[in-house]
């Protein structure tokens, strides 16, 4: 049996069940946002604001978030796994990767839940 040290225990199922979650999450998200464009065509800053200073907007956008990591994260996970047989060029890759995602975490958080 082949042990992969990058996968961390996931299971093939699961990687899929998250990725088809994440994406009708994302989907949905998508659809709320391009309904509100559509339906707000003078959109100004105070309504825009006025959205994303509700909690379940702001609670809606950082499940997009993290469902846009999972999503990045699995996918890319694949394409190197795949793609880059060098271990010490995968690990650094997807090292950078996750790093990369994090910051992109934090600063979805900073920007949803600053002050």
């Known amino acids: 049996m082949v042990t992969n040290i990058?996968?961390?225990?996931?299971?093939?199922?699961?990687?899929?069940?998250?990725?088809r979650v994440s994406a009708i999450i994302l989907a949905v998200y998508t659809l709320f946002m391009v309904g509100?464009?559509?339906f707000?065509?003078?959109?100004d800053f105070d309504t825009w604001s006025g959205l994303f200073s509700q909690t379940w907007m702001r609670i809606f956008?950082?499940?997009a978030f993290v469902s846009i990591a999972?999503?990045?994260w699995i996918g890319l996970w694949t394409v190197t796994t795949d793609y880059l047989k060098p271990t010490g060029i995968r690990v650094a890759v997807q090292t950078i990767i996750i790093l990369v995602?994090?910051?992109f975490l934090v600063w979805g958080v900073q920007?949803?839940?600053g002050a």
């Open 36 to 38: 509100f464009l559509l």
């Open 61 to 63: 956008s950082l499940l």
């Open 40 to 43: 707000n065509p003078g959109l």
């Open 6 to 19: 990058t996968n961390f225990g996931r299971s093939g199922l699961s990687d899929w069940l998250i990725q």
């Open 101 to 103: 995602i994090f910051v």
């Open 111 to 113: 920007v949803l839940w």
């Open 70 to 72: 999972a999503h990045a």
